[in-house]
């Protein structure tokens, strides 16, 4: 790079800083910042255009075109040669503008008589904010190093433009952050809530976007990069037994810590000018450009490695911490690209809902989102570069759409949505302490699924006959070490204290799949669903599972006791897993420990072969809960947290409600209690299936059994069951439309 192109530029953004230093308006100040940078690059024009909403730009100062123009000359995304810039993110550079691809003359600035032109976007962490243009009569092709200078000016415009410093009369100056926006995502868990924006991670504020001394500022990025590679390499020793994923991502900072074009980059824009913090977010903003271009998933994951890495260096550059001393609101929604179950759970209940920029599903966030019947959108894509701490907010976890800083016309709708759903609710309260019992008199049990001590206060409220299914993997999944079996113990005495002798099916640890623990070696598997997990596990290092056994007897203590072993697939296996609990009962009766007073000891039932089983294992085991979730998966093969084929096949496909009628059948003979505890569970119609088909207990989350109770109790459960045999002999594929037709009729 030229030296005298490196002084020019430094005193330019030295005049930058000045002219935004005076206390003047805004219009003032964008005014005389196109003069100065007119008269640095030797321009006869210098124009910067803001967005006045997603889709228009507006020319909000100018040195050189019409003034006349300013505020009333606007254009569409796409449209001119500023409107390509826009629209690509991307530098115009020519000296032919007229006959340039896209050119659109624009009468009111006069500016047919400039031959060159030349355009930066001006953006911000891959926000992009506007257009800045230089122009002039003589045909001229900016050189490479006068692009960068005038890129890194609009770096400094942008870092500026953040702050607030041209706030103007203006709509399109202080149109950033103000506007009203709409991000369609996934739904990760139901509700809808309203509230105020909580940021998990605040965003870094740079407020010294321009230096003088760039030795300075070289020495204090070379320090906090060397501090950066420290911590990384810190991290990767601590980090050394845990989970793959976690190690790619470790190294994949430690590459970029020490990426010497990373560092040349960074060192350049410094001595453009730039303060060490401003050159880390130019870098930053220009990988996230990248990002939005690139498709490949594994290329997208480094580059937010990149960019969480940039954050980590602006952290140590400025000092802030998460730390801003901005105060949470007291209906916090919480924003973050992603969050750990264990960060998630010190919020707690106080979070009204949570909206994720990636997630699945499946990860344990969700999990403990679902665990606290908070809305849960995953997905949102680029929310945390959106949201400011304290915006008014809007999540429906139903449909996966957030509303940022909605309109009143949102507004009254979404109240509206939220004012219907506490009015059911309400009629669910009302019919809390009834049977769900159907018209023609057939009795259903619901039951709860939870996971969490949190859950249990649902279970008086909901009107849960008891808890059908605790997940105890959420305590292994939650912390960054096994955790111990007196904590165990306490923790599930407690679940049976809060249920107050209700009866709680304890399911034994399910790891494995999408359930991977962060302190044990991950399994290099190529179908983790179809692999090494749950009571696989247990049998292969009973270790953990002789631990967790003799928890839960310490925990009952004296009390009955109801255990079930996940993911049972033969007689065989369950015969095992129940030999080691005679083993553990054995154990603490030698210990003089109290044994329960009852004890059940039963299997889920997840794989098809289960279903086939010999009449002996049927017999055998107290208690048959059908995991729909996992059954469903193996018997459609279809990945449950594949989005492209989970929902390819419906619960009440014929085929799948006749497996299940032969798994009712097969329990009424032998006398086996059976209930179902997968999702499908708690979604009515499927409901009422399943309770035709002979399922009389139903496990599901505590919000549904309301829903699922109320319309129990208006059908008439041997009418849905003569419809469903009646759509199979019709050879329907799914018998859904036959029942909803059926219920539509007011039955
Ligand atoms: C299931 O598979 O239906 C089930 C309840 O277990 P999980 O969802 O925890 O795998
Ligand atoms: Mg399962």
Sequence with gaps: MAQDTQTESR????RLRDALAEDSAGQERLDKITSLIASS???????????RDDETLELCATEGLNPEAVH?????????LVGRVARASS??????????????YMPETGEEIFSSFCGVPVQRLGDNLGVLVVQSKEKRTFSLDEVYALEVVAMVLAEMTELGAFIGEGAAMSALHQQSEMFRGTSGQEGASEGHVWLHEPRVVVTNPVADDPEVELKRLNDAVEELRVGVDKMLDTAA????????????????????????????????????????EMEQSAARSRMEQVTDAYLRERLHDLDDLSNRLLRILTGQGSETGAEMPSDPILIARNIGPGELLEYGRKLKGIVLEEGSVGSHAAIVARALAIPLVIHADKITTEALNGDHIMVDGDQGIVHLRPDDTVVTAFRDKIAMATQAQERYASIRDKDAESRDGQLVHLHMNAGLMADLPSLPTSGAEGVGLFRTELQFLIRNQMPKRTELAQLYGRVMDAAEGKRVVFRTLDIGSDKVLPYMAPQDEPNPALGWRAVRVALDKPGVMRMQLQALLRGANGRPLTIMFPFIAQYEEY???RAEVDKAMERERILGHPLPETLE???MLETPSLGFAPKKFYEEVDFLSIGGNDLKQFFFAADRENERVRRRYDTLNVSFLTFLEGIVNRCIDTGTPLSFCGEDAGRPIEAVCLAAMGLRHLSMRPASIGPVKSLLRRVDLSEVRRVIHQAREQGDQSVRPAVMEYLRNGN
């Design 241 to 280: 037994r845990g989970d793959k994923e976690q190690l790619d991502v470790l190294e994949a900072y430690r590459m970029f810590a020490n990426s010497k074009g990373w560092m040349r980059r960074m060192e350049q824009d410094i001595s453009r000018g730039l303060s060490a913090e401003a050159a880390v």
């Design 601 to 603: 000891v039963g299997a």
């Design 41 to 51: 690059m030797g321009t006869e024009v210098c124009s910067i255009y803001l967005f």
């Design 72 to 80: 009333q000359t606007r254009m569409r995304v796409g449209e001119g």
């Design 575 to 577: 015969t095992a897993a």
């Design 11 to 14: 005193k330019l953004l030295g």
């Design 91 to 104: 530098v115009v550079n020519t000296d032919d503008a007229p006959n340039a691809k896209g050119f659109r």
